[in-house]
């Protein structure tokens, strides 16, 4: 019992870098995946098409090529043309090419929150004065908030086990921490149960409030 105790920990130890990297990269697709989601509902065809091309692109790569594109090949070609560019930290690379990923799928996601407003509640607010700005601010954009919040949550829920492919860019979070040690000990079974476990004290209660959400707007809404 003592070694699945050691396997838990030893996957724990590296818990505040997978946090650190699910949140940053988290804000930097909330922030894209706005634009991605403007785009993607822009008037402008070569606007729409463009976004369309960028959702479809991330969207149907893995996120392990996206990651050794971004912290292997960039590189390579930046040096190709005399630039002397290295990732001085992995952890930096992985935020990045996390957000960038996330954009995709939350651009999306934002997307159809907007659409999913009635049209009229855009008229109402431009007939009482309000620029189209505006308009998304404060009417349109706090509606779909609450509409897509559940389908956010369930975002970070995915990419937080989708860090654990960033250990093959010698990223010490669980799933390497875990990696490391079954290398060391020979330990395998334990190692990888406490990676499974760590994962999982996460993921479930964030599935449980996730589910609490949806069940609360349900009642709301049934109630107006």
């Known amino acids: 019992m003592d070694i699945y105790l050691k396997g838990i920990k030893i996957a724990y130890s590296g818990i505040a870098v997978t946090i650190e990297i699910t949140l940053f990269a988290v804000i930097i697709g909330v922030a894209l995946g706005l634009i ?28 392990i090529v996206q990651v ?42 934002i997307r ?52 654990a492919i960033l250990s093959v860019i010698s990223v010490v979070e669980v799933t390497r921490r875990s990696m490391l040690w079954a290398a060391a000990t020979f330990e395998a079974w334990p190692a990888y149960l406490g990676t499974a476990f760590v994962y999982l004290t996460i993921t479930i209660p964030l599935s449980r409030l996730v589910a609490y959400l949806e069940r609360r707007m349900a009642q709301s809404d049934r109630g107006k």
């Open 36 to 63: 991605v989601a403007l785009g993607k509902m822009s008037t402008l065809k070569p606007v729409k098409v463009l976004f369309s091309v960028y959702v479809e692109l991330l969207r149907g790569t893995p996120l």
């Open 112 to 163: 159809s929150g907007l659409q999913a407003v009635d049209k009229g509640q855009m008229e109402a607010a431009r007939s009482l004065g309000m620029g189209h700005f505006q308009a998304m601010r404060f009417i349109i954009v706090p509606q779909a908030f609450r509409i897509i919040l559940p389908a956010l949550a369930n975002e970070f829920i995915a990419l937080l086990k989708e860090t």
């Open 68 to 109: 050794l594109i971004v912290y292997a090949g960039v590189p390579m070609l930046m040096q190709k043309y005399g630039i002397d560019f290295r990732w001085e930290d992995p952890v930096v690379a992985s935020i990045l090419v996390c957000g960038i990923n996330s954009s995709a799928y939350v651009g999306e996601i």
